[in-house]
């Protein structure tokens, strides 16, 4: 446990970015040479869906604050950002319309590194993916005193040192308001756990030679690319799902159901397992296939899940849902997802399918360069902030408001698909256990 003051960095001079981002696909060319720092994109550059508008709240001076790669908003409606390779800034930002400055405050505590933030029963928790501090895990940070400056860190799990790219990122609240989903990709084992709802049987029996992608991770094994639960205090841990290449962030829809954006494999593309990045919805018990170099499962495989939708090549990031936004109520019921490489913000609309759901896509920003890190929703104001960087490429944050002619109203519960999701849930409430009555619910 570390004490610390609040600094406020908002006089510094507004300019870069930097650091290396721990994203979807590790060995893509980045949007800039690093140098001389450059201007932040201009949201005039970027091409936006009518009727929304971007607005650029504060560029990042990348010697004093680096690159920002994950992001969420505290009960104020201020944001709390982590720097990639250091420290967590909190950000009050101007309101909707006014010409003030974003005040920028950094956060004196002996944290940061963080691909995941969430702002949870009054504390923050962050998710590490360094060797800095006491290692890559789960930390919760306090404010012990009340006077809104957070002053106490503790680990609450350490995870497994095996990182880099694809290690520890995203953390999230359950659905119940009363569980924690940490979001972790391919390099990093398994988290000591008590319960798995995934059957553990990871033997891998391939008949042929196993051909890597250009000698990528090689000798890494399933189970890799999981989710697991636990509780506030980091106690009780429960692998969800596994099969993930490089999911970077996880979202909760209004039905519960989890969603997220996983990574490709830029070498193996020509191949007969190529897998494009896509949009999965992860149940409970889901294994999705993951499988080093030429072991990838086929979507076909009865024992594995396929996605909802592929996007194809490219490196994903945060993703979240649009609840809450002050946007017309195809967007905010959409699904949105970030592409750093390609610089796009697409908009996943899902629609109810038997038990699960189907998608179509569209593309809701776009801007080259344009590094999509993380994004949230806010819901003081309803506006949607997104942030760039990585890989010591320019860093910003935005905002993105609607001001078209179609209604705002929040909007109702999307219907369909209910008795069938409850009948897939009921099925589910026999994983990670025994129970006699569970062969013939599934086989009456």
């Given at each position: 446990?570390?004490?610390?003051?609040?600094?406020?960095?908002?006089?510094?001079?507004?300019?870069?970015?930097?650091?290396?981002?721990?994203?979807?696909?590790?060995?893509?060319?980045?949007?800039?040479?690093?140098?001389?720092?450059?201007?932040?994109?201009?949201?005039?550059?970027?091409?936006?869906?009518?009727?929304?508008?971007?607005?650029?709240?504060?560029?990042?001076?990348?010697?004093?604050?680096?690159?920002?790669?994950?992001?969420?908003?505290?009960?104020?409606?201020?944001?709390?950002?982590s720097d990639q390779d250091g420290g967590l800034?909190?950000?009050?930002?101007?309101?909707?319309?006014?010409?003030?400055p974003t005040r920028v405050e950094s956060i004196?505590?002996?944290?940061?590194?963080?691909?995941?933030?969430?702002?949870?029963?009054?504390?923050?928790?962050?998710?590490?993916?360094?060797?800095?501090?006491?290692?890559?895990?789960?930390?919760?940070?306090?404010?012990?005193?009340?006077?809104?400056?957070?002053?106490?860190?503790?680990?609450?799990?350490?995870?497994?040192?095996?990182?880099?790219?694809?290690?520890?990122?995203?953390?999230?609240?359950?659905?119940?308001?009363?569980?924690?989903?940490?979001?972790?990709?391919?390099?990093?084992?398994?988290?000591?756990?008590?319960?798995?709802?995934?059957?553990?049987?990871?033997?891998?029996?391939?008949?042929?030679?196993?051909?890597?992608?250009?000698?990528?991770?090689?000798?890494?094994?399933?189970?890799?690319?999981?989710?697991?639960?636990?509780?506030?205090?980091?106690?009780?841990?429960?692998?969800?799902?596994?099969?993930?290449?490089?999911?970077?962030?996880?979202?909760?829809?209004?039905?519960?159901?989890?969603?997220?954006?996983?990574?490709?494999?830029?070498?193996?593309?020509?191949?007969?397992?190529?897998?494009?990045?896509?949009?999965?919805?992860?149940?409970?018990?889901?294994?999705?296939?993951?499988?080093?170099?030429?072991?990838?499962?086929?979507?076909?495989?009865?024992?594995?899940?396929?996605?909802?939708?592929?996007?194809?090549?490219?490196?994903?990031?945060?993703?979240?849902?649009g609840y809450g936004a002050r946007f017309p109520?195809?967007?905010?019921?959409?699904?949105?997802?970030?592409?750093?490489?390609?610089?796009?913000?697409?908009?996943?609309?899902?629609?109810?399918?038997?038990?699960?759901?189907?998608?179509?896509?569209?593309?809701?920003?776009?801007?080259?360069?344009?590094?999509?890190?993380?994004?949230?929703?806010?819901?003081?104001?309803?506006?949607?902030?997104?942030?760039?960087?990585?890989?010591?490429?320019?860093?910003?944050?935005?905002?993105?408001?609607?001001?078209?002619?179609?209604?705002?109203?929040?909007?109702?519960?999307?219907?369909?698909?209910?008795?069938?999701?409850?009948?897939?849930?009921?099925?589910?409430?026999?994983?990670?256990?025994?129970?006699?009555?569970?062969?013939?619910?599934?086989?009456?």
């Amino acid at each position: 446990m570390i004490s610390h003051q609040m600094k406020d960095a908002s006089n510094t001079p507004t300019q870069a970015c930097g650091h290396t981002l721990l994203l979807a696909c590790a060995f893509l060319v980045t949007p800039w040479v690093t140098g001389a720092e450059p201007e932040a994109t201009d949201p005039a550059a970027m091409h936006v869906l009518p009727g929304f508008n971007v607005e650029l709240l504060y560029s990042v001076p990348r010697d004093q604050q680096g690159s920002w790669v994950s992001m969420c908003h505290d009960d104020k409606g201020r944001l709390i950002v982590s720097d990639q390779d250091g420290g967590l800034y909190r950000i009050t930002p101007p309101a909707l319309g006014s010409k003030d400055p974003t005040r920028v405050e950094s956060i004196d505590l002996d944290i940061g590194h963080a691909q995941g933030l969430v702002y949870a029963w009054g504390h923050l928790y962050a998710v590490t993916n360094s060797k800095a501090h006491k290692g890559r895990g789960l930390y919760r940070v306090k404010d012990t005193d009340g006077d809104d400056r957070f002053d106490e860190v503790t680990l609450l799990k350490k995870f497994p040192e095996e990182g880099g790219e694809h290690g520890p990122h995203a953390v999230i609240v359950g659905p119940d308001q009363a569980s924690l989903y940490v979001i972790v990709g391919n390099q990093t084992t398994l988290v000591d756990h008590q319960k798995t709802r995934p059957t553990p049987v990871w033997g891998e029996d391939l008949l042929l030679p196993r051909i890597y992608g250009n000698g990528f991770m090689r000798g890494t094994l399933a189970p890799r690319g999981w989710i697991a639960k636990t509780d506030p205090e980091g106690a009780t841990w429960e692998i969800i799902a596994t099969g993930f290449r490089n999911e970077y962030d996880a979202a909760f829809n209004r039905h519960g159901e989890l969603f997220t954006y996983d990574a490709d494999m830029e070498w193996d593309v020509n191949t007969p397992w190529y897998r494009p990045t896509r949009v999965c919805m992860v149940p409970s018990g889901a294994e999705f296939g993951w499988r080093n170099g030429s072991g990838k499962w086929p979507d076909y495989y009865p024992d594995s899940l396929p996605p909802v939708v592929d996007i194809g090549p490219g490196s994903p990031t945060g993703v979240c849902f649009g609840y809450g936004a002050r946007f017309p109520e195809k967007y905010q019921n959409a699904f949105y997802i970030n592409d750093w490489s390609y610089g796009k913000l697409y908009a996943v609309h899902l629609r109810p399918d038997g038990a699960a759901y189907s998608a179509h896509v569209e593309e809701f920003i776009t801007g080259s360069p344009l590094p999509l890190t993380d994004m949230v929703i806010n819901p003081k104001d309803g506006a949607m902030y997104f942030a760039i960087g990585g890989r010591r490429t320019k860093s910003a944050l935005y905002r993105v408001t609607y001001e078209g002619r179609e209604s705002t109203v929040p909007a109702p519960l999307m219907t369909g698909g209910e008795d069938q999701r409850a009948i897939r849930r009921h099925l589910e409430s026999f994983h990670g256990r025994q129970d006699p009555q569970a062969v013939p619910t599934a086989l009456p």
